[in-house]
């Protein structure tokens, strides 16, 4: 039997403790980890001392963390920041137990986890990377309101646009297209996955008359995977890859950056977009938005892509204990 997710509570002056109980609609078994000092006034909890300890149908059950210190929607607190930190490892540590059956994070303020804690880390993605020993991960964008589905895995992530044709070398991009290989095998259950790689520049190079990238080593290293069985087709411009007969030819798309890949998503599915971390030893997925800082605490958080990051997680880990 599956454990239970983990929601981790994320920055409390966000609107992850607006999303927390409004993430039941999900309507798969998850437990709240944070302080629920910061939960929205009139919500209904119960503490649980583990993963599925039983409560009262639309109850939030809450596996109790305390902060430092209370929030204020809008300002987060440096006084809080290590009890964020302290958190995801705890989640990370449960489902590395087989505790919990795996973990969607709300969303954090890295630069707040710098300035209160040193946090020393370019975002979750990585700092789970490091909680798990070293894995080699990538992160995905997948879609859950659009069909086909979108799911897109940048090969590099957030770096300044200038330094994307340095960073962006043949082990990279192969050791992305490997791990979203395994990946749509284990978590998505695609037994043949079909890979589909964008180009770095514009038409994927115009056979080099805008750059050699894709002739000199995009297309070579397309054709050896492939020659070794798997399904991998490019490079093809990027231009052309997303509308909906295109994403019927391939389960995941690998681009060359950031927003090549986050701009289709997120223009097609908003909303239900939710990030995967491939390549982990436990399942991890979270919304695709931020603390919202903005809107924290006025009651107009939309939970939809929380909702959908646990439903995703629970499928996974469903696929994964079925394995």
Request: glycine share 10%.
């Amino acid at each position: 039997m599956t454990p239970p997710l983990i929601l981790t509570c994320g920055e409390p002056a966000g609107i992850g403790p607006e999303l927390a109980p409004l993430a039941l609609a999900a309507g798969v078994p998850f437990v709240w980890l944070g302080d629920p000092r910061h939960l929205p006034e009139g919500t209904v909890w119960a503490g649980v001392t583990a993963p599925g300890d039983p409560v009262a149908s639309g109850t939030l059950p809450v596996l109790r963390h305390d902060f430092a210190a209370p929030a204020t929607p809008g300002s987060p607190d440096p006084a809080n920041a290590q009890g964020i930190i302290d958190v995801i490892a705890r989640a990370v540590a449960l489902a590395m137990e087989g505790k919990a059956g795996g973990i969607c994070t709300l969303p954090i303020s890295k630069q707040a986890l710098k300035e209160g804690a040193g946090f020393a880390f370019p975002g979750h993605t990585e700092y789970l990377a490091h909680l798990s020993g070293g894995a080699e991960v990538a992160m995905m964008l997948a879609s859950t309101t659009v069909h086909p589905p979108c799911r897109v895995v940048p090969a590099t992530i957030h770096i300044a646009l200038e330094q994307v044709p340095h960073a962006l070398t043949p082990e990279l991009m192969e050791r992305t297209i490997r791990i979203t290989h395994a990946g749509l095998i284990r978590d998505f259950g695609i037994a043949a996955p079909r890979i589909a790689v964008a180009g770095l520049n514009p038409h994927a190079g115009e056979g080099g008359a805008m750059g050699r990238q894709e002739l000199d080593w995009v297309a070579p290293l397309c054709q050896r995977l492939a020659a070794e069985g798997m399904q991998v087709t490019g490079p093809l411009p990027a231009d052309t890859m997303f509308h909906a007969p295109a994403r019927a030819r391939y389960d995941a798309a690998i681009a060359c950056y950031h927003d090549q890949g986050l701009i289709p998503i997120k223009t097609l599915d908003f909303a239900g977009g939710v990030n995967v971390t491939l390549g982990l030893p436990f399942v991890r997925t979270s919304p695709d938005h931020g603390t919202a800082f903005d809107i924290a605490g006025r009651g107009r958080a939309d939970p939809s892509s929380t909702i959908a990051a646990l439903r995703m997680a629970w499928d996974m880990a469903q696929k994964r204990s079925a394995a």
